[in-house]
């Protein structure tokens, strides 16, 4: 079991950036064992992919719609992934969860073990 917590959302003017930490209740040896994903959801549509990392920090896709704006990484020594989110639009605001799978890279739903409790992000234009 893994418990995903995140944080470092809030309320920015269009252009701005902002970083989201997600941090992983396992022993870092273990946390580094996992593939690590963002997703995020806006109410009354589906989850969505953003971003994601296997567990070796070498495949790194990303939705074609945060490509060039967004950055994923990971600190397995702080049991954290982030998300680095620069010239945001209006459009980027949701819900962002983090999410963890052992076996799979976390670009689906479906290929996702665990997921954190969500941050809002809200950007206005």
């Known amino acids: 079991q893994m418990q995903l917590a995140e944080s470092g959302g809030g309320s920015v003017q269009a252009g701005d950036s902002l970083r989201l930490t997600c941090v992983g209740s396992?022993?870092?040896?273990?946390?580094?064992?996992?593939?690590l994903g963002w997703f995020r959801q806006i109410p009354g549509k589906e989850r969505e992919f953003v971003a994601a990392m296997d567990m070796r920090g070498i495949r790194t896709p990303y939705a074609d719609s945060v490509k060039g704006r967004f950055t994923i990484s990971r600190d397995n020594a702080k049991n954290a992934v982030y998300l680095q989110m620069g010239s945001l639009k209006p459009e980027d605001t949701a819900v962002y969860y983090c999410?963890?799978?052992?076996?799979?890279?976390?670009?689906?739903?479906?290929?996702?073990?665990?997921w954190g409790q969500g941050t809002q992000v809200t950007v206005s234009a």
């Open positions: 999410a963890a799978d052992l076996l799979r890279l976390p670009t689906r739903i479906d290929y996702v073990d665990y």
């Open positions: 396992n022993r870092a040896s273990t946390f580094g064992a996992y593939n």
